[in-house]
């Protein structure tokens, strides 16, 4: 069984549709979460990270943690076609020097104009 | 932001050869960098921790006379895959760690395509 489980689609919304982005694990010594927006042939650029459980929002992102039942999510509100990439999320145990990042396989998201 | 370059983008090469991909911390200084292999379509895989100053941590299964991961100073750190065959072929992304408050970000480079023909 992998540690992180992401659905890797493909996905494809209409521009405006709410997209919902979802990982589960298993290591519940995971206490860092993160969402990664990746570019095709490009390295990822992390989007949002949230510690512990709990919902964080920046703009039309919103990030949830719900550790008890081991389950993350990303949510975009109001999708642009340049919201399409690949959305990894990634979790680690702690967030000082040297943790290693464990990723999801990638949910591919393509937003329609 | 931070920003993190990797060199070259994309590289050729025969069965047999070595090459180098370098990693490099453009604007900040990085103790800890990380190697990382993408198959297409599949996650990040980490190949290994790298420390500057002392030998690379490789994850299980990653053979490190294979993948040779030097870490010289703290913006620069180099992996150099040995008598590369056509299954060495991927994405290889590196890392630089941040330092910052709670959270130390990992700041990713751009890539480097290996095509080993």
């Known amino acids: 069984q992998k540690e992180v489980e992401q659905d890797p689609g493909p996905l494809s919304v209409p521009e405006g549709a709410i997209v919902s982005l979802n990982c589960t694990y298993s290591n519940s010594a995971f206490q860092y979460f993160m969402w990664y927006r990746q570019y095709s042939r490009k390295g990822p650029e992390l989007l949002m990270y949230t510690y512990s459980s709990g919902n964080k929002e920046d703009g039309r992102f919103t990030a949830q943690v719900d550790k008890s039942s081991k389950y993350i999510s990303l949510f975009i509100r109001d999708s642009q076609p340049s919201d399409s990439a690949t959305y990894l999320c990634?979790?680690?145990?702690?967030?000082?020097?040297?943790?290693?990042?464990?990723f999801g396989e990638g949910t591919q998201l393509t937003v329609n104009p | 932001g931070a920003v993190v370059s990797q060199h070259p983008s994309w590289v050729i090469c025969k069965s047999g050869t070595s090459v180098k991909i370098e990693c490099r911390s453009l604007d900040f200084q990085a103790t800890t960098m990380f190697w990382y292999r993408q198959f297409p379509k599949q996650s990040l895989m980490l190949m290994a921790t790298s420390n500057e100053g002392s030998k690379a941590t490789y994850e299980q299964g990653v053979e490190k006379d294979k993948f040779l991961i030097n870490h010289a100073s703290l913006t620069l750190s180099t992996l150099t895959v040995t008598s590369a065959h056509p299954e060495d072929s991927s994405f290889y992304i590196c890392?630089?760690?941040?330092?910052?408050?709670?959270?130390?970000?990992?700041?990713f480079g751009p890539g480097t395509r290996l095509t080993v023909l």
């Open positions: 890392s630089a760690e941040g330092t910052g408050g709670t959270y130390n970000e990992q700041f």
């Open positions: 990634a979790m680690s145990a702690r967030g000082t020097s040297g943790s290693r990042l464990t």
